[in-house]
């Protein structure tokens, strides 16, 4: 579709011929995402849709306590150094962005007074400017007012090499000024087809400027308020157990009305998934529990006795497997799975294209997780038309021995395959829950089957996505073979998505480890598309684009993919909660309220 076409549907939209949805609709058939139409409509002048609140309460508080079991327990509360979703949603609690992704794609504004629109001023015509107007009459936890300066501060943290953020790429290649106490700017270097990223959802979060000013850079893991946050949420801190009990009191100063509708928070950490699942669907002991990766077949029993419900939730969560391009036996500079090693074995494209065929995605789907993962060859499976039909997944032991075969990999007596003295035997690690262990298994048992001797590794949720750079089990150090999780997707654009596998985003003994690209591949032709597709302006070639970014480190088997996961969670009967597939669970905590 050309420039003219789509400026002729923007016009029948202003003149009510079609609506804003079939627009969308038109969009979304040439490769846009739902909120990237929706932006064409804002910067044409168009008001964006209203969502509509189902929020009841006529008044702040009064609604009792609300417990919430996180299995993996939060271990810190400083947004910005959390690489794991778990202390993602502890931050949340306390802090928030200036905007917020809703299940439909629209952006909801929180700390901004307005989404910026060209109609409203905050979205330059060249699209290199957003401006946000900031909401007035917010105040910090401590009584201290929230202003433009908290918003600048928060990028200039972020952007500190010596504070090692984990948003540190949100924040890498924009300017921010403050205009006025309430108005913020922010100047892109070229034309951004998603400028919806910085100060917006998981990875915008505004931390305060008067907690935080003295522990920017290389001091910035001595602040105090990284495990006592001080925030603008609905919700005041009032003690912490990292990775136990995490706990809240009403904010009676919230700066919006009748809001919250609870008087105090606990998240509860710790546990594993079923007992989780028990404890809300079965049981009604507690009133929401996160991220229930249990065998289906276990959750639709657990929901016959009436207490509560299994919420399934789009998204564009992945399960999937990483194989460690780096050596993580061998130190290079007091650096294990240093950057410019290669791994003794896994370096071997034939080695990895056995694994490939090792892994029985039907099968994981089938037995273990049912409507709670769809096996999948790809990495990026949500919107749908980013999603390739260039890959494909094959189960299939004799092929994979055949492989292994020809690349002169023999067995051993032991029968275990080796070749120039190095044998076929890995490390696979996971976090300790019940259907990753069983996945660990099914995997295995091909994978002897095949010459192959894996060594299953389980390590506590609560380390294993740790943010502590002194922790050397966490996902990120990935001093292991091969590793197993799921990724999430914050956004209902992949920009952000796919920088997962640019080689500025290795994880390294210098950003504490917390670069997200864990596995180390290095794909100069990667890197180069990314760039394209961060300044391409047309929808269809954009798509293209990260369609040839997802095919590759899946074509290279850098990753296996093994099942897309929509989210999913457990919530009492009773209670209403607004869940975004595109945001953590507790993005839109102020609208929780019970049916009573």
């Known amino acids: 579709m050309d420039e003219k076409a789509v400026r002729g549907l923007i016009e029948q939209v202003r003149k009510n011929a079609i609506t804003r949805k079939d627009f969308i609709r038109n969009m979304i058939g040439y490769g846009l995402t739902v909120p990237m139409a929706a932006q064409m409509l804002l910067t044409s002048g ?14 702040r508080g009064g609604g009792g306590p609300l417990k919430l079991l996180w299995w993996q327990g939060p271990t810190l509360l400083q947004p910005h150094f959390a690489s794991g979703t778990k202390d993602q949603e502890g931050s949340r609690i306390f802090y928030e962005p200036l905007g917020a992704w809703d299940s439909d794609g629209n952006m909801i504004p929180i700390l901004a007074a307005e989404v910026p629109s060209s109609a409203n001023g905050g979205v330059s015509r060249d699209g290199k400017t957003i401006t946000w107007k900031l909401k007035k009459n917010v105040q910090w936890h401590d009584g201290k007012p929230f ?7 928060t990028y200039e ?24 106490s309430h108005t913020v700017k ?14 917006c959802s998981a990875a915008g979060m505004i931390i305060p400027k008067h907690v935080f000013g003295a522990f920017k850079g290389a001091t910035s893991r001595d602040a105090p308020g990284n495990l006592k946050p001080v925030g603008t949420g609905p919700y005041k801190f009032l003690d912490f157990k990292p990775g136990d009990m995490l706990r809240g009191v009403i904010n009676m100063s919230y700066h919006e009305a009748n809001r919250p509708y609870f008087d105090s928070i606990e998240m509860k950490g710790g546990g594993d998934a079923v007992s989780a699942a028990r404890a809300v669907l079965q049981t009604g002991e507690y009133d929401y529990a996160w991220n229930l990766q249990v065998e289906d077949e276990l959750l639709l029993r657990l929901e016959q006795g009436g207490k509560g419900k299994t919420t399934i939730t789009p998204g564009g969560n992945i399960e999937f497997i990483q194989l460690n391009m780096a050596d993580p036996w061998t130190e290079i500079d007091g650096e294990r799975a240093h950057a410019s090693s290669k791994h003794p074995i896994l370096s071997e494209l034939a080695v990895r294209q056995a694994l490939n065929l090792l892994v029985d995605r039907a099968g994981i789907q089938k037995f273990i997780y049912g409507r709670t993962g769809i096996a999948t060859a790809n990495f990026l499976n949500n919107p749908q038309r980013f999603a390739s039909k260039n890959t494909k997944f094959e189960f299939n032991i004799d092929k994979a021995i055949q492989v292994l075969e020809t690349a002169g990999w023999k067995k051993g007596s032991d029968g275990i395959r080796e070749k120039g003295g190095k044998k076929l035997k890995f490390v696979f690690q996971t976090s300790i829950n019940g259907p990753r262990q069983k996945t660990q298994q099914i995997i295995k048992q091909a994978a002897q089957r095949a010459g192959i001797d894996l060594e299953l590794k389980s390590v506590p949720a609560s380390v294993y996505f740790s943010s502590d750079p002194a922790n050397p089990d966490t996902y990120t150090k990935f001093f292991c073979d091969i590793q197993m999780f799921t990724t999430t997707m914050p956004q209902p654009d992949p920009e952000v998505f796919m920088n997962q596998y640019l080689s500025t985003q290795f994880a390294t003994k210098a950003n504490k480890w917390l670069g997200r690209n864990s596995t180390r591949y290095n794909n100069p032709e990667y890197d180069k ?38 989210r999913t969670s457990g919530a009492v009967s009773n209670l209403v909660a607004p869940l975004s597939g595109w945001d953590n669970d507790l ?10």
């Open 587 to 596: 993005w839109m905590l102020k609208d929780w309220f019970r049916n009573v």
């Open 147 to 153: 202003t433009a300066d908290d918003v600048v501060f």
């Open 46 to 59: 168009l008001a964006q849709a209203q969502t509509a609140s189902a929020y009841k309460p006529t008044k």
């Open 529 to 566: 598309t990314y760039l394209e597709a961060q300044s391409e302006m047309d929808p269809v070639k954009r798509a293209a684009l990260f369609i040839k970014m997802n095919d590759m480190p899946v074509n290279d088997v850098a990753i296996i993919p093994v099942v897309y996961r929509p």
């Open 186 to 199: 922010v100047e892109y270097q070229k034309a951004s087809p998603f400028w919806a990223d910085p100060f």
């Open 157 to 180: 943290y972020a952007l500190d090499p010596a504070t090692a953020a984990y948003t540190a790429g949100t924040y890498k290649d924009i300017k921010v000024t403050k205009v006025d």
